[in-house]
């Protein structure tokens, strides 16, 4: 059974501009979370989606925004990107909300 | 709020030595507990977990036990290797008492290296 994918492995922008970061589910998993981890902090709750709906957010700004598709998929958003955006993104799925969370290798974002 | 608070690294250790972790938490209600381990380069992956009181998880040798008493959920492991050397997180998966809806919060990590 696959695992929970990410796509790109890494990206690189300028600041300013804006990044599209994906994220495959397990199959028949329907919640996603996403997390950033920046380089020397832990992991920050970032979002979650089940069942299409945004269902919580953490303390972020809304310039980071995601949807989730209707094959469980997501895309995390981040404009106006700055430099402190350079993170480890992690992708993280379950079978529905509350239950283990499966993670993805992450895309490194890289803000120059 | 809920949080969970795990021992500062990084944690250096001889191969074959004795590996503990500290893990301490609060919570409202009955959270389940959790330890991922992320090797370098990759995502986190889970090792174990733990979801009500007493409940010990284990996994590739390694042992955590959910004490609600002194509220902690320490890993341990009897003979690390060289091959154990990563990121150990603890976290914890508890219930928001407004939404009914569940939340994470994760530990900052330790850092664990093995010498041989």
């Known amino acids: 059974e696959a695992g929970v994918t990410q796509s790109p492995t890494h990206l690189i922008k300028t600041r300013g501009q804006q990044a599209t970061l994906r994220c495959s589910p397990i199959?028949?998993?329907?919640?996603v979370y996403w997390y950033q981890q920046a380089l020397g902090l832990g992991l920050q709750f970032l979002l979650w989606?089940?069942?299409?709906?945004?269902?919580n957010r953490g303390n972020f700004p809304p310039r980071f925004s995601g949807r989730q598709f209707p094959n469980y998929s997501s895309e995390l958003n981040v404009n106006a990107l700055e430099l402190e955006d350079s993170a480890l993104y992690l992708c993280?799925?379950?079978?529905?909300?509350?239950?283990?969370?499966?993670f993805g290798p992450g895309t490194r974002l890289t803000v120059l | 709020g809920d949080s969970v608070t795990q021992m500062e690294g990084p944690v250096t250790l001889s191969e074959e030595a004795f590996l503990t972790i500290n893990c301490t938490y609060t919570?409202?209600?009955?959270?389940?507990l959790f330890w991922y381990v992320q090797y370098p380069g990759e995502g986190l992956q889970l090792l174990l977990k733990?979801?009500?009181?007493?409940d010990k998880g284990s996994n590739k040798g390694f042992e955590a036990t959910y004490r609600k008493e002194t509220t902690s959920f320490h890993l341990e492991k009897g003979s690390v290797q060289v091959s154990d050397s990563a990121v150990y997180f603890c976290?914890?998966?508890?219930?928001?008492?407004?939404?009914?809806?569940?939340?994470?919060?994760f530990g900052t990590g330790t850092r664990l290296k093995v010498l041989a």
């Open positions: 993280a799925s379950s079978l529905e909300q509350g239950n283990t969370q499966y």
């Open positions: 199959s028949g998993h329907t919640s």
């Open positions: 989606y089940d069942e299409g709906e945004e269902r």
């Open positions: 919570a409202t209600g009955y959270p389940s």
């Open positions: 733990a979801t009500k009181a007493d």
């Open positions: 976290a914890l998966r508890g219930e928001t008492l407004t939404s009914g809806t569940y939340k994470y919060i």
